[in-house]
């Protein structure tokens, strides 16, 4: 394996990793409502919601932090020339992310009923806007943007609301609430756990019949453009497949497998969008892509990267394996409450 390819592959792993580990902290975020349990019990039902992704939503982000520095640092030519077109989807989820953030971290200070109730729309919004704009990044790449004389990317307002770039964006909000609620069933209390179990099922059933959208478009020409169908068709396979094992596991009560099979197919769009594209990084609507060698910097810059990626990484992956070690078991037993 060249260093390229390995710098291309950690890329899409850190990535990989946001979606899995941010994913069900968006869909708990979603579905707080939706997980009150009787009228006299709402607000108990929501804190313990929200206490299931409590000790693991601020150190999930790393990730994020991780993914944009090896952007940056090994493949700046990628982010020069398509962060600039991508700019109100990123600021759209930064500030989904701060207001999310603040509003599950302040929620409790409040005193009133209405004040409340305002923190709350703020974390469902939070998870929400993210969720959708990360599932909309998903369906640009995966369609294809324009590219301009001068190699730039231009990503216009027709572009993203697109049918195929809106139906991504609905399938990939719907697939995180999945798998928040997945999340919520293995962490929870039973009485919790069974009104998110129940959520999920129907979520994944929903995840199917939008999902389906994308695929078709894509089957009529006016979808993803991809550059190796065979594996593109294998992949979106591992998808279906995974989603239908989440909604049998689910269904027999398995949380962990449900967990496991969420944690997939939250994965595999970015494996997607990687593998289906190679050797290209950027698919081009009109002309030429971005290929990895035209992507990635000097072969001297990516050996001093690599002495310092041999060090963080190992650090961030314990540091993830220590905090889900630290902090396992169902929330209300163990641990009684974060917030």
Request: aromatic share 10%; hydrophobic share 55%; glycine share 12%.
């Amino acid at each position: 394996m060249s260093l390229e390819t390995a710098w291309l592959a950690l890329l899409g792993l850190l990535l990989a990793g946001y979606f899995v580990l941010g994913g069900y902290d968006y869909g708990v975020q979603m579905l707080s409502p939706g997980l009150d349990g009787r009228k006299e019990s709402r607000e108990v039902g929501r804190s313990a919601a929200l206490d299931a992704i409590a000790p693991f939503f601020l150190g999930n982000e790393v990730w994020l932090v991780a993914f944009a520095g090896v952007l940056f640092g090994a493949f700046p030519h990628l982010e020069g020339t398509l962060l600039p077109g991508l700019y109100p989807l990123i600021v759209a989820i930064l500030v989904g992310l701060v207001l999310g953030n603040a509003a599950i971290q302040l929620r409790r200070r409040s005193r009133s009923a209405r004040g409340r109730r305002r923190w709350d729309a703020l974390i469902v919004f939070g998870g929400a806007v993210p969720a959708v704009c990360w599932g909309l990044v998903v369906g640009l790449l995966l369609h294809g943007v324009p590219r301009r004389a001068d190699g730039s990317f231009h990503i216009g307002f027709g572009a993203v609301f697109s049918p195929f770039v809106l139906a991504c964006g609905v399938t990939t909000a719907l697939l995180f609430a999945a798998h928040g609620a997945a999340f919520v069933a293995l962490r929870s209390a039973p009485e919790l756990a069974a009104r998110a179990r129940h959520l999920g099922i129907a979520l994944l059933r929903a995840v199917g019949l939008v999902g389906a959208l994308p695929l078709l478009l894509t089957l009529f020409g006016a979808g993803a453009s991809m550059t190796n169908k065979a594996t593109s068709a294998v992949i979106v396979a591992l998808f279906a497949a995974a989603l239908a094992g989440a909604w049998w596991s689910l269904s027999g009560g398995h949380h962990v497998r449900a967990f496991a099979a969420t944690c997939c197919a939250t994965a595999l769009p970015v494996l997607l969008v990687g593998a289906g594209h190679h050797p290209y990084v950027l698919i081009s609507s009109a002309g030429a892509g971005l290929t990895v060698d035209q992507a990635v910097t000097d072969g001297a810059t990516l050996r001093i990267l690599s002495a310092f990626g041999v060090l963080i990484v190992p650090v961030i992956l314990a540091y993830q394996s220590w905090s889900w070690w630290a902090f396992r078991g169902r929330t209300g037993h163990r641990h009684p409450s974060y917030f």
